[in-house]
């Protein structure tokens, strides 16, 4: 499968740091451009900069920016897909996969996947790449109205809880959440992660597994 994905729980921790390396190297570009989707509000253009800093240091350029609370423009998504690789924020999942809905841009990302670009997600955005997003949940996000199919962009075939914290009662959260999705769930600690390049998928620090 042609596919090249990062999943973060968090990037503004250090042990961030061996995910971004591996990044770069996945995009494989110098000063590659990088795309931002707000999943939601971004006033003045806060979370942009900050993440501009961020990809800045990296060698990589934040050129483009969508927020979804905004009206959307036609051209949004062209200057998105001309990017070498697409930042999807964290923030509320469902208020998230509910605009990616009303701006049609589910197909689009597939397609931009399957092209060949890179997509990063953190927290919220790294769900977007699961099957469906009901492990948001277990994170704290709430369900928003008029959002009754939670199906996402399915790039990848597991479930994934950001910020996880080892203990009993994250773990049986975890079970609870496998069982009733039939779906192997991750659980992620912030500074840790995923990349996914074809059908290898490298995990970064100790995630865990839960099988349903």
């Known amino acids: 499968m042609k596919r090249r994905l990062a999943l973060y729980s968090d990037q503004s921790v250090p042990a961030s740091a061996r995910i971004d390396e591996r990044l770069m190297s996945l995009i494989g570009r110098p000063r590659p451009s990088i795309g931002h989707i707000a999943a939601g509000r971004d006033p003045r253009g806060y979370w942009f900069q900050r993440n501009a800093a961020y990809y800045a240091a990296l060698g990589a350029r934040l050129t483009e920016g969508v927020v979804m609370a905004s009206p959307p423009d036609a051209a949004d998504w062209q200057r ?3 990017c070498d690789a697409i930042h999807l924020s964290g923030g509320n999942t469902f208020f998230f996969l509910r605009a990616l809905n009303a701006r049609g841009w589910l197909p689009k990302l597939r397609e931009y996947v399957a092209n060949g670009g890179v997509l990063i997600g953190v927290s919220a955005g790294a769900i977007m790449m699961t099957p ?15 959002l009754d199919d939670l199906s996402a962009l399915a790039l990848v075939d597991f479930s994934f809880a950001p910020h996880f914290r080892l203990g009993r009662g994250w773990m049986r959260k975890l079970g609870d959440h496998a069982r009733r999705t039939g779906r192997v769930v991750l659980g992620c600690s912030d500074g840790d992660g995923i990349i996914v390049d074809g059908d290898v998928i490298e995990p ?7 099988e349903p």
């Open 132 to 146: 469906e997003i009901s492990s948001a949940r277990l994170c704290g996000d709430r369900k928003v109205r008029d």
């Open 80 to 82: 998105l897909a001309g």
């Open 204 to 210: 970064f620090g100790d995630l865990a597994k839960v």
